[in-house]
């Protein structure tokens, strides 16, 4: 009898890890699938140094940032950047063209009243208000694709990139996960998450929805939910989010909230938070700008109930008909 010559595939185990740091003010967690411990340990250790060098560069946190060190030069000569806070820059300035001001990442000054106005549940001034609106303004910063410089024109703005970088971050980290041969993964933080290819056994990551009451499946994809669900202050009977629409000078009250799904993390982060700033027909208009996007808005029913507001949900679906998405249905159960 001759030998059985054959070759069968053994697919090798991979474990699940899950890794958890501080970084940007929040919890990052990173779950990921690999053969071994120690690979698993040193791959989620590179992306977290990752995730810290860019805090380093994006936070308006930390006096020590490249972007305090930049906001610190306001009203003088164009300064050099790094291509992350460069990008970054671009990216803001864009979305803000797109939106029509809604989105706007020089509105750093008002972001920080709101932030003390929920810290202390007290509402901003006229005075403070009119102040910090006229700090403001996309046409304050320059910006030079050729020499790589930036420049804030106006002494007194401050920049916020909390509605952008965050999808930017963990693009990065999944990024460096793969450069380490790991890419059964998944970065979170925050209201944002990156997925890479589908664990083990599975056609894709299971994530929910909580405020849809619905789950998702999704391969190397991302997706971004901004609302006002923790962060806000009740001032006069008058809930304010913590995100500011820069045109008005006030914390949002419409208790809009959006998820986003798209390939990358950069794109869903920032349209996520556009879409809690605008209108059923502005969000049309701003989806047009990216195809292969999903997008499901939640507008409150009023009056509100006892528990707050029942939503009722609009899917945006700029997916569907373009080929090669990795979508499709995705909403289906919403």
């Not at 474990?15 to 120690?38: A, C, K, N």
């Not at 410089?149 to 990139?161: F, K, P, V």
């Not at 001032?235 to 419409?254: A, M």
């Not at 528990?307 to 090669?324: H, I, K, M, N, T």
């Amino acid at each position: 009898m001759e030998p059985d010559t054959r070759t069968s595939l053994v697919v090798p185990r991979e474990d699940r890890y899950v890794y958890r740091q501080v970084h940007m003010g929040m919890q990052v967690r990173i779950v990921l699938y690999s053969g071994t411990r120690d690979k698993a340990r040193q791959a989620a250790r590179a992306a977290f140094v990752e995730i810290a060098r860019l805090d380093r560069i994006f936070s308006d946190y930390r006096n020590d940032s490249e972007l305090s060190h930049f906001v610190s030069r306001a009203g003088e000569a164009p300064v050099s950047v790094s291509p992350e806070l460069y990008e970054v820059l671009d990216r803001g300035q864009r979305l803000a063209g797109q939106t029509g001001g809604a989105f706007d990442i020089t509105a750093g000054t008002l972001t920080q009243l709101w932030r003390g106005a929920i810290r202390y549940e007290r509402m901003p001034n006229e005075a403070e208000l009119r102040s910090a609106m006229r700090t403001s303004g996309t046409g304050k910063l320059r910006l030079d694709d050729i020499a790589q410089t930036a420049q804030i024109t106006s002494a007194g703005l401050r920049l916020d990139l909390g509605g952008i970088a965050k999808g930017y971050v963990i693009d990065q980290a999944l990024r460096i996960l793969r450069a380490h041969d790991v890419t059964k993964a998944l970065v979170e933080a925050g209201g944002d998450i990156v997925v890479g290819a589908a664990p083990p056994g599975e056609v894709g990551w299971r994530l929910t929805i909580p405020h849809a009451g619905c789950e998702v499946v999704l391969t190397d994809a991302a997706i971004s939910t901004s609302g006002d669900t923790e962060q806000f202050v009740q001032i006069e009977g008058i809930r304010y989010s913590h995100t500011v629409d820069p045109r008005t000078g006030f914390g949002l009250t419409n208790r809009q909230i959006a998820t986003v799904v798209v390939s990358d993390g950069f794109t869903a982060d920032g349209l996520a938070t556009a879409l809690t700033l605008l209108e059923d027909s502005e969000v049309e208009a701003l989806l047009d700008f990216y195809p292969k996007t999903r997008a499901l808005v939640g507008y409150p029913r009023l009056p509100e109930g006892p528990l707050g507001p029942e939503f009722y949900f609009r899917v945006y679906d700029e997916a569907s008909a373009q080929e090669g998405s990795n979508t499709s249905g995705l909403f289906a159960e919403c």
